[in-house]
């Protein structure tokens, strides 16, 4: 499961390389799908897993406004702030955490009741999911996407 991690925060890497390339105006154009544009979306990855891993220890979970985060520096400052506690998470993951209940409690009243292991998997395929979107934004403006490939990144050596 790390090397999944580790891959995402790759592409996500370079997304936000690929970003420094493309006017401002074009990064947050409103487009359609998702959850806006394509710098709102390298947001909303860097947000929404690090809202996860902090619910899944039990800390308090709070939303960033990316109105707050309207540049490529903003959102990499985002990053920077809220990698080390993801990594530190990642890292330490190991099969015993697997099936540790986590038990939210939706708005409604609803209580629904996972497995650790299948938030976690959910974090990595949330981000593959908008990775996907973004290709199809960068080809909305004519540039090239960065590769999905997960194949050749050195991620067993």
Known sequence: MQSMFRYNWMVREEWLRWCED?????????????????????????DVEWSWIRVLQGQSDFQEN???YQSIERVRMLQSTFR??????????????????????LPDGTIVTDRWGEVVRHIIAHEIHHIGQLSIFAREIEKVPVS???????LFE
């Open 22 to 46: 493309v006017p401002l105006e074009d990064l947050l154009c409103k487009r359609t799908g998702g959850v806006g544009g394509i710098l709102h979306t390298l947001f909303h990855i860097i």
């Open 66 to 68: 990316f109105a707050d």
């Open 84 to 105: 080390q506690e993801v990594e530190e998470f990642v890292n330490s993951w190991d099969g015993s955490l697997e099936n540790q209940l986590f038990i939210d409690h």
């Open 148 to 154: 999905a490939n997960f194949i050749g990144r050195g």
